[in-house]
């Protein structure tokens, strides 16, 4: 079993900054790789980013550009940062993990709780 826990969500402005991190525990070298989703009010949950083991990243457009996934050495820990935010990045993010990059993408094997952000006009 793998635990993921996020923290850094909040109240930003327009064009502010936030940075959200994961930290996993437990049986964490059956991990692949791991990413954000997100799900804004009224709307379906959506992948936003992944990073695999080997450090491979894959961003949705409506963030490239914006935001920016790393990772820790221990892989451990992921971030989020995130940049220029928008309105409409308002949502509730979640820590994704998964023993394939596609499970990642469409159905994580692990969840975390989501952090909340909201980013005002």
């Known amino acids: 079993q793998v635990q993921l826990v996020e923290s850094g969500g909040g109240l930003v402005q327009a064009g502010g900054s936030l940075r959200l991190s994961c930290a996993a525990s437990g049986t964490i070298s059956s991990i692949y790789a791991m990413g954000w989703h997100r799900q804004a009010p009224g709307k379906e949950r959506e992948s936003i980013v992944t990073i695999t083991s080997g450090g491979g990243t894959n961003y949705a457009d409506s963030v490239k550009g914006r935001f920016t996934i790393s990772r820790d050495n221990a892989g451990n820990t992921v971030y989020l940062q995130m940049r220029s935010l928008k309105p409409e990045d308002t949502a509730v993010y979640y820590c994704?993990?998964?023993?394939?990059?596609?499970?990642?993408?469409?159905?994580?094997?692990?969840w975390g709780q989501g952090t909340q952000v909201t980013v005002s006009s």
């Open positions: 994704a993990a998964g023993h394939s990059l596609v499970r990642v993408l469409r159905l994580p094997d692990y």
